[in-house]
């Protein structure tokens, strides 16, 4: 869908995310505006209401506040996801504000470059550097990035969720971090290798999402996301191979590609831990779950700070004397490693029932179909809790609406995948490379066929025709 769309104006969209981005971070230093949505008698749905809420049997004192972490925290992060799993990986990546801080030394060309010598034409030439394939962070980035990602999530449980201050330079480190990747190499090293989010788009989007443009769709130079330059005749590939199967170029045979790498079962399974855990330890310390439902830990002015030496856990009535900034952490590991022994005892146990059913199947179709039942298992668990403290503020009516659209979109999503195989995949590839060279003959052949328009065709169908055409049947 968004794999056609032009490079200029797909630009100015990320320009304008980047804007709007910079403008939250703004907001969490300074905002004379928000504060006022939020008093007792502003009549508005985010007006602080006289219900009780306490944590470790302590009321919690709530006063007007600026609301920009709230709206990231409850508004805009929770629609990521089905953003993610509806339009795909494509237009994510096309979209991504921190994607463009990224290319930033690029498109003001203060990319630092390499000198190589190009033997067919005897020509020195300057190209951006990139990541060796043979090397330690292209073998193991798929569990370094799930790390990076547990981190923040875990940093957000003890410093960054409520205090604005932290939360903004929070913001400013990881836009630093992406500039300076894109300062030293090429293309989307940042996206493909570091970006600590990349689990989370690989998980919802791999390998395929309900709206995304297929690589091998006809008339497309520069498939999918593909790093690209705006062109007199159209955009331009600028593709610098800065990671071999990129998920830019066909991001199902990405998913194909990784999916057996070290890592991959561990990112899924273990994400699934870390979704589940970072929503029950708000119960966990506090004691209830009003603490997390009605927000309140989007504005706890100055308190996140305060409260690391705190008990880390509270059940019923009871302190567990262990600091929060050592629980928040253990919680976190035992929960990612639980989840990621659940997942592969579910693995062994739907492996021996599948073999038993079928002797032919394999080990990587086991692994698909648990893949995909987990990514929606995961997604469903975090609709569970993701926007509730804004979701709660509709109808009824609503609710129930926003409910079903989620269940419904992220069925489909599976099922779209769930029976998907890399056959399949390079199948569909190479019959569309034949399908252009079938366009030449196809007149003569098309009665074979009933007369279908050779876009209709299947893979089987312009196979055969591919052999007929040669003579070879």
């Not at 302190?319 to 253990?330: G, R, S, W, Y």
């Not at 129930?400 to 029976?419: P, R, S």
């Amino acid at each position: 869908m968004f794999a056609k769309a032009p490079e200029r104006r797909m630009v100015t969209v990320r320009l304008i995310l980047f804007i709007a981005w910079i403008v939250l971070i703004v907001s969490l230093f300074w905002d004379p505006v928000t504060p006022v949505l939020t008093q007792p008698d502003s009549g508005t749905p985010f007006a602080l209401s006289n219900k009780e809420v306490r944590v470790q049997g302590v009321v919690l004192e709530q006063k007007p506040y600026a609301m920009g972490a709230r709206m990231f925290w409850t508004m805009i992060l929770p629609c990521v996801p089905l953003f993610l799993m509806v339009f795909g990986h494509e237009a994510w990546r096309r979209i991504c504000p921190l994607s463009l801080s990224s290319r930033i030394p690029y498109y003001l060309g203060l990319q630092f470059m390499r000198k190589t010598f190009n033997r067919q034409t005897g020509r020195v030439e300057r190209k951006p550097m990139t990541i060796s394939q043979d090397s330690w962070l292209a073998r193991w980035h798929l569990p370094l990035q799930f790390v990076f990602l547990s981190s923040g999530v875990t940093a957000r449980l003890l410093f960054i969720n409520s205090d604005r201050a932290v939360f903004a330079f929070f913001f400013i480190g990881i836009i630093t971090a992406a500039i300076i990747t894109g300062l030293f190499y090429g293309g989307k090293t940042w996206c493909n290798y570091l970006c600590p989010i990349a689990p989370m788009q690989r998980i919802y989007t791999m390998p395929r999402g309900i709206l995304e443009t297929p690589a091998h769709a006809p008339k497309l130079p520069v498939t999918q996301s593909m790093c690209r330059t705006p062109g007199k005749d159209g955009d331009q590939s600028v593709c610098v191979s800065c990671i071999t199967a990129c998920p830019d170029v066909d991001l199902e045979r990405s998913y194909w590609e990784i999916y057996k790498r070290p890592g991959s079962r561990f990112t899924y399974y273990g994400y699934f831990g870390m979704v589940l855990m970072f929503y029950v330890y708000y119960y966990l310390y506090s004691g209830g779950w009003d603490y997390y439902f009605t927000g309140a830990w989007t504005h706890e002015e100055n308190a996140q700070l305060n409260q690391l030496m705190n008990p880390g856990f509270w059940f019923n009535g009871y302190a567990v004397p262990i600091p929060k900034i050592i629980a928040a952490p253990l919680a976190m590991g035992l929960a990612v490693l639980g989840a990621y022994a659940l997942w592969c005892g579910i693995e062994a146990i739907y492996r021996r029932v599948a073999r038993k059913l079928d002797p032919s199947v394999s080990d990587d179709k086991v692994r698909h179909h648990m893949f995909m039942v987990c990514a929606w298992v995961t997604i469903n668990t975090f609709y569970l809790f993701a926007g509730r403290p804004n979701i709660a503020l509709m109808p009824p009516w609503l609710q129930t609406t926003v409910n079903t659209l989620i269940v419904v979109a992220t069925t489909v999503w599976l099922m779209k995948n769930i029976g998907r195989s890399q056959e399949d995949h390079t199948e569909e590839t190479l019959a569309s490379a034949l399908r252009s060279r079938l366009a030449q003959s196809y007149d003569r052949l098309k009665d074979l066929v009933r007369g279908k328009r050779i876009e209709d065709l299947s893979p089987a169908e312009i196979n055969i025709l591919s052999k007929v055409s040669k003579g070879e049947s």
